[in-house]
Every structure is written in C-alpha cells, then in structure tokens.
C-alpha cells in the first residue's frame, strides 16, 4: 500500500510538475500573446491614426479636385469667349481690310482725277493767260479805236460846222 502511496504521489508528482511546466509554458505563451495584443493594439491604433488622416487629406484632395474641376470649367469658358472674341475680331479685321482696299482704290481713284483735274486748270490758266493777253489787246486796241473815232468825230463835226459856215 506504501508502495502504491508512493506510486501515486509521484505520478501526482509528476502531474503536478507537468502542470507547473504547463502552467509555466502557458504563462508565458500568455505573456507572449499579451505582448502581442500589446503590438496588435498600438498597430491598430496607429492604422486608425494613419486611417484618420487619410481621410482628412482624401477630404483635402476632394475639395482640390472639386476647385481644380470649377477652375478648369472657368478656364474653359474663358476659352470660348475668347474664341468668340478672336472670330468677331478677325470678321471685324477682314471687314476692316476690306474697306481699306476700297478705300486705297477710292484714294488712287481721286489721286489720279486730282492729277488730271490739276492738268487741266493748268491748260484753263494758260488759255486764261492767253485771252487776257488777247482781251488786253483788244481793249488797248479798242481804247486807240475809241480815240481815232473821237478824233474822226471832232474832226466831222468841225467840218460840218466849217461847212455850215460856208453855207451860210
């Protein structure tokens, strides 16, 4: 019976020494895993931080997106404008060239009539010269006509006055 006392307490022995070497392997497994919540929980923590600030720059990133696509909109209605201005100015332009060609042929036009009209008051003012040339002439003439007929008259009239004398 001792024997067997004996017996069981060293099988109750080496029980309890398996369950200290398991309770030791588990506490320390325990103290491992705990170590490794520890990790787990700070990388977590770190992963909702970094989470946290992804959003708020995901949030940033939006807001310049949504500026960037009304610049962009903003950007493109200037373009058209512009567009519609450069097509207006380029019609206005032509039409601009259009009436400066006209108004060049306009400009020889009357360049060239100048020069003739100036050829011919130049040809009137040599007539001119010539008829008051001829007018002076005349009127020299005329004037010594006058004289000679004045003369003629004085000289009749003293005659028809001898004349009536002598009939008388």
Excluded: F, P
Aim: net charge negative; proline share 0%; charged share 40%.
């Amino acid at each position: 019976l001792r024997k067997k006392h004996n017996d069981t307490v060293a099988d109750m022995t080496e029980s309890v020494e398996n369950l200290q070497r398991a309770k030791t392997k588990l506490e320390k497994e325990k103290n491992s895993l705990r170590v490794e919540v520890d990790d787990l929980a700070s990388n977590v923590e770190q992963v909702t931080k970094q989470k946290v600030q992804a959003e708020k720059m995901n949030k940033q990133l939006e807001d310049q997106n949504v500026d960037a696509n009304q610049r962009l909109e903003e950007n493109a209605r200037v373009a058209q404008e512009l567009g519609s201005l450069k097509t207006r100015l380029t019609a206005e332009n032509n039409d601009l060239q259009r009436q400066l060609e006209e108004s060049e042929g306009v400009a020889n036009q009357l360049s060239r009539t100048k020069s003739m009209l100036t050829q011919q008051m130049e040809e009137v003012k040599r007539q001119l010269e010539e008829e008051t040339k001829g007018k002076n002439g005349l009127a020299h003439q005329l004037r010594a006509t006058q004289s000679d007929c004045d003369a003629l008259r004085e000289s009749l009239e003293e005659e028809q006055e001898a004349k009536s004398e002598i009939q008388r």
